[in-house]
């Protein structure tokens, strides 16, 4: 069979019609006409955004979802519908930078506003890392607390899987493995069924109580849970590992707007499984959410003790394995590219030292954090996602920059839709700011909410 060269800008098809010793089963023609020849691209592509996307409905943002339906009922589920197209607002703006630049935005700040910024982007970057994975961990060591599990053991085992993981030596096998994990976080649309409230619950608990620093707190904790800095980082240079193309473009559109919506269906979900369970009154006022354990016994008596607490350690250990591989990784490639080793994760820890090292370092001191910490597991999930809201608006705002001014004319992000994106991340970094610094201010000068 023979193959014909094409440039990566030229449209192609796929052709399966190969005997069986051929392993390229893949020829690029003409552009994919069919359907059953767009999903065999879809296919090919698929990988970055879905992953990125699972792993925004970590550990962290299913314990704020949990506190949010405890604490304050259904409102929050209008709150995460509106922010389906603002992540993928933004983590859309990252495919095009990574096709059209074959760059991460590391390299692109260092290339385009010098190694201050490019080293300031990265602190960001490594600060929330290291807030998401301690996250992680402490997601795990909740799940384990409830079937009994000491917090060092569930330490050890999670750093053990995510290190079995990394040491494979190939990206797209970590991807496959981390989304094979991810899709665990699907079982909270079925315990979400499992609590659905009645049309007049549902009514009754859609109160705003904007005045409210907890509430504000928790909204602030939201929006960090959807919008987070490592994400931008991590799908565009998952993009160029990928080594996606122009002619791939629409595809990963595609993947990130259909992984936008999973990841927001699943917040949703566990915001009404505790809403539905806890806040509406199917439990008593008295009962506490101060730890991973106390959700889920809080959701057991209404799904069933042996189905609830399954479902929700199903679920749990989805989100944080997830979340801690994309994010350890999202660390290493970030200090990769700003010290000029690279995304190495195709090699041996003996070719590529610096992206091991990193891996190791950010796990090691997530991991002493958690541990130090054991008491606090909840306050450290939320803390993470408050963590995420503040330092947001910094990346968001290198990725409009990016988009405006360094990609080519024809990609380049420019006119009405400028003005829109603009607009929508300004909102966002002004209202998840300001929630949380009126939260702070109400907390620790005016007393607290009511």
């Not at 910024?117 to 607390?145: D, K, P, Q, R, Y």
């Not at 891996?359 to 606090?376: D, E, G, S």
Request: glycine share 8%; proline share 4%.
């Amino acid at each position: 069979m023979q193959h014909r060269v094409v440039d990566e800008d030229e449209p192609m098809i796929f052709d399966i019609n190969t005997d069986k010793e051929d392993k390229s089963s893949i020829i690029m023609q003409k552009e994919p006409s069919t359907l059953k020849q767009k999903f065999l691209h879809f296919l090919m592509v698929v990988g970055p955004g879905l992953a990125v996307m699972l792993a925004d409905t970590d550990a962290g943002c299913l314990v704020t979802a949990a506190q949010s339906g405890a604490q304050w009922g259904y409102c929050m589920v209008i709150i995460n519908i509106i922010l389906i197209p603002v992540v993928f607002a933004a983590q859309e703006l990252t495919v095009r930078l990574a096709i059209y630049t074959k760059k991460g935005q590391a390299e692109l700040i260092k290339e385009h506003y010098g190694k201050f910024w490019a080293w300031f982007a990265a602190v960001v970057i490594l600060i929330t890392c290291t807030g998401a994975v301690t996250s992680e961990i402490s997601g795990m060591m909740g799940v384990g607390e409830i079937f009994g599990i000491p917090y060092w053991a569930s330490a050890l085992i999670t750093d053990a899987f995510l290190m079995a993981v990394v040491f494979t030596g190939s990206y797209e096998r970590v991807e496959k493995i981390a989304i094979i994990v991810g899709l665990f976080e699907l079982v909270f649309v079925v315990t979400m069924f499992l609590a659905m409230p009645s049309p007049e619950k549902f009514a009754s608990g859609m109160a705003f109580p904007i005045t409210n620093p907890d509430y504000l707190s928790l909204v602030a904790a939201n929006i960090g849970a959807v919008i987070m800095p490592w994400m931008i980082f991590y799908q565009q240079s998952a993009s160029v590992v990928r080594d996606l193309k122009k002619r791939d473009l629409k595809m990963e559109r595609i993947e990130t707007a259909v992984g936008a919506c999973i990841t927001q269906i699943v917040m949703i979900a566990a915001i009404m499984t505790t809403a539905g369970t806890i806040w509406d009154g199917n439990l008593p006022s008295s009962t506490t959410i101060d730890s991973i354990p106390d959700i889920s016994s809080a959701i057991t008596p209404h799904l069933g003790y042996t189905a609830g607490r399954i479902l929700f350690s199903l679920g749990m250990i989805g989100g944080a394995m997830i979340g801690a591989i994309v994010v350890t990784i999202t660390a290493s490639w970030t200090l990769g590219e700003v010290l000029g080793f690279g995304r190495d994760l195709n090699k041996s820890p003996r070719e590529a030292p610096g992206f091991y090292i990193a891996y190791m370092t950010i796990l090691i001191v997530a991991t002493v954090i958690t541990c130090l910490l054991p008491n606090y597991l909840v306050d450290i999930n939320i803390a993470a996602e408050v963590l995420n809201a503040v330092l947001v608006p910094i990346v968001l705002c290198f990725t409009f920059l990016l988009s405006m001014f360094h990609l080519p004319e024809e990609i380049r992000l420019k006119g009405i839709h400028s003005i829109f994106i603009g607009i929508v991340f300004a909102v966002c970094s002004v209202f998840s700011i300001g929630a949380t610094a009126y939260s702070l201010y109400q907390n620790f000068v005016g007393g607290g909410g009511d």
